[in-house]
């Protein structure tokens, strides 16, 4: 079965310290692997995606994420968090249909 | 570019009454939308793949006569919520996918449903 798990429910993360979010997936094949930011009440924003090729993936606001095939992984990294980077963030797989994780809710303290 | 607009972005009605969604891609053509539905605190779960011309695609579970699904031209598809119970309050989104982007989706803001 296809699922994508993000072990953390909510982090919570000082501000200016680096960050790490979780993301493994269980899919037939190598899908393409996607990083979406959801702020409360709106819809999701595209942080960075990985179809092919170099298995670290630059993103927008900061962020990165490496794809390690031997641990159907694609965790999301930023060096140093900002507090507008708050936010619920997915993970989420597949090719034309996207399976998500249930989300990490990260929380900035001052 | 790129943008996903979703009309309206909240929705009160009563229980038994109709409530359509829209879904637009302002400046690309969409040749597949989906919807997605959230619960309080959950992730996405899929509910159908919207083909332009065509008839939706719905996931096992999701009732098709109860989400009615119309995407009659390249920038525009519809849900449609027919006799909406309390059960039927979520948060709906879409997303497009644009004509031969491959696998890139832009999602919608969003649509709060409360049925009473």
């Known amino acids: 079965a296809q699922s994508v798990t993000q072990p953390d429910i909510h982090i919570t993360v000082s501000e200016g310290a680096s960050l790490e979010l979780r993301c493994n997936y269980s899919?037939?094949?190598?899908?393409?692997l996607f990083w979406y930011v959801q702020s409360p009440g709106q819809g999701l924003q595209l942080l960075l995606k990985y179809f092919s090729g170099d298995t670290l993936v630059q993103g927008i606001k900061g962020f990165e994420a490496e794809f390690k095939r031997s641990q159907s992984s694609f965790n999301l990294r930023k060096p140093s968090v900002h507090w507008s980077d708050a936010a619920e963030y997915f993970c989420a797989v597949g090719f034309q249909k996207l399976v998500f994780g249930t989300g990490t809710r990260l929380l900035v303290s001052p | 570019g790129a943008v996903v607009s979703q009309h309206p972005s909240r929705v009160i009605c009563k229980s038994g009454t109709s409530v359509k969604i829209e879904c637009r891609s302002l400046d690309f053509q969409a040749t597949t939308m989906f919807w997605y539905r959230q619960f309080p605190k959950k992730s996405l779960m899929l509910m159908a793949t919207s083909n332009e011309g065509s008839k939706a695609t719905y996931e096992q579970g999701v009732e098709k006569d109860k989400f009615l699904i119309n995407h009659a031209s390249l920038t525009l598809s519809t849900l449609t919520v027919t006799s909406a119970h309390p059960e039927d309050s979520s948060f709906y989104i879409c997303s497009a996918s644009p004509s031969g982007a491959g696998n890139e989706q832009f999602f919608g803001p969003g649509t709060r449903l409360t049925v009473l």
């Open positions: 899919y037939g094949a190598t899908p393409y």
